[in-house]
Structures are given as C-alpha cells and as structure tokens.
C-alpha cells in the first residue's frame, strides 16, 4: 500500500508544503492538505479553477492528485479554544471543524491513518519588528503559530501514525545565527522548533516508532516570506556566499523531505537537515 501524507501549510503553489506534496506524490504517496482557514476559500477555487496544474505536473507527466484539502488553523487546538470573534469571523464561519483536534479527528474519520505528518507553516506578527522592539503579544504569538503548533499537530496526529512513520517541519538557521530582520521572536520560535524536534524525536520513537526531523531550508521567495521583507536580499547573499552559487529550488527541499519520510531514512531521527546550498557551513561571506 502506498503512503499516506498530511501536509499542513498549503495555500498556494509557491511555498515549500507544495514542493513537498508533490515530492511525496511523485514517490507514490497519497496527499491530504491542511490549509490556514483565511486563504482555504482561494486556494480551492485557485485548484478547482486549474490555475495551480502547471505547477501540479509530476515528473512522469501525470498531475498531483490532492485527495482532500481539510481547513486548518494550528493556534488553536480544540473549539474551547477560540475566541468569540474569530468564531464568528465571516471567513471562519464558513468552514467548520478546523482546530487541530477536529482536524485530527477528521482525517481519522476519512481514512484512518496517515504515514507522514508535514508542518510547514509559521507566522509571527510582528516578524519585521527587531526582537528588542518585539512586544510579548507579538512573541508569544510567533511561538504559538510557529512552534507550539507543530507539538499540538504531533500529539493529535501521533495516535492515528502508523508505526514507522514519519513528521518532519521546516526550520531557519535565525535559530542558531543572527539574521538581522528575522524578528519579532520568530528566530526564538525556530529555535524552540528545533529543540523540540530531539525532545519529540525521543517521544514519538520510544511510544510510537515514529522518527522527527526537522529541514533548515534556505531562502525562498513563498508569500510568507515575501511579507518578511528581505527575501531578495537574502536570496542574493545565499548566490553569493554559498559553496553552491545557485538559487535554491522548492523542490530540492521537497525531494529532501521526501527522503527523509522514506525508509531510505529509518536510522534518523531528531536531526536538523540543512538544505540550503550549505551556506550554513559558511564562517564569513566571501
Ligand atoms: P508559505 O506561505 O508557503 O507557507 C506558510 C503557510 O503557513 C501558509 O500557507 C499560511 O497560510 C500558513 N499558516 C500561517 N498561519 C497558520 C495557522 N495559524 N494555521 C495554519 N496554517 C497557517 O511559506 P513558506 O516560506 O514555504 O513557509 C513554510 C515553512 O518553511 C515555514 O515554517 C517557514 O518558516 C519555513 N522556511 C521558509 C523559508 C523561506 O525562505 N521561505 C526558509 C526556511 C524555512
């Protein structure tokens, strides 16, 4: 039987959750998607209406099938949770079902198990703010959408992961070096992010013999970081300072994460796998 996949974090073509999905398709598995409540509405007319099948073509031709796009919001885990006025929000009132154990509790309905569990997303209000400008609202909100969300993800979908299965999220090396402009307390949430990928490495090995690992991608023009500011910029300076002086494809990360969910992977767990032309290796620029 083929592989079954949730990736959470699609709302477009661009991001590193498409390459991923279609990296796993083009393996053979089956793709479900998670998508942020606000952009479910475009991102399924965009694919009902065709505009994403250039980018769905796989590389023996056929087309990336999405079995089911379920809609997502990752800060919160249960309905207790939300608030009165995003309860009500006109683009959330639309959709049902959408806090992280719902989600969970769904897909258990649809199919009963997945194999492989993606966290691709993150978001920090006030990422374009220095972090000694940041307020705790905006910290504490960047670890809740960026980090906290990839545990909660882990715990409700950890039940229904068969064993031997696999969950990998995306990092940034503004956990472990400076990147002036990475603020607002999202370079703390990738650090958080990466700690508790060995934490969650031991957990979900010794409980479910499900391996954890985590992707320090290199930078890619996605709408997320497109809103940060300095996607450009750092494009530019990964070309020029890299020991590979290319641009970085979404796919290259796609076809790592496609390793690392694959048997090809089964003695790794808890790492940081960095795919990003090695600039991470680099000391200073030359
Ligand atoms: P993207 O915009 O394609 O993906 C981010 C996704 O997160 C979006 O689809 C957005 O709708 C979703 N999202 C935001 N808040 C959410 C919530 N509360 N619940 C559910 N979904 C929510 O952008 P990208 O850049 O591909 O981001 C994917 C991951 O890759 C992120 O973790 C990001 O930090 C990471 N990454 C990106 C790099 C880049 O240069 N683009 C570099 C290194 C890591």
Known sequence: RGKRAFIAGIAD?????WAIAKSLAAAGA?????????????????????????????????????TKVYPLDAVYDCPE??????????????????????????VKEDFGTIDILVHSLANGPEVS???LE??????????????????????????????????????YIASERIIPGYGGGMSSAKAALESDTKVLAFEAGRKHRVRVNTISAGPLRSRAAKAIGFIDMMIDYSS??????KELSAEEVGNAAAFLASPLASAITGTVLYVDNGLNAMGVGV
Not at 101 to 106: F, G, L, N, P, Q
Not at 240 to 245: D, R, S, V
């Open 240 to 245: 020029e300072n890299a020991p590979l002086q």
């Open 81 to 106: 949770d939300v608030p009165e006025d995003v309860m009500s929000n006109k683009r959330y009132a639309g959709s049902s079902k959408w806090t992280v154990k719902e989600v969970a509790e769904s």
């Open 30 to 66: 089956e793709i479900l998607v998670g998508t942020w409540v606000p952009a479910l509405n475009i991102f399924e007319t965009s694919l009902r209406r065709g505009k994403f099948d250039e980018s769905r073509v796989l590389p023996d031709g056929s087309l990336m099938e999405i």
């Open 134 to 171: 940041t307020s705790r609202y905006g910290y504490l909100a960047a670890i809740s959408a960026s980090s906290y969300s990839y545990v909660s993800l882990l715990q409700h979908f950890i039940p229904i992961m068969n064993p031997g299965g696999a969950s990998i999220s995306l990092t």
């Open 13 to 17: 073509d661009n991001g590193y959750g």
């Open 129 to 131: 703010k220095p972090l």
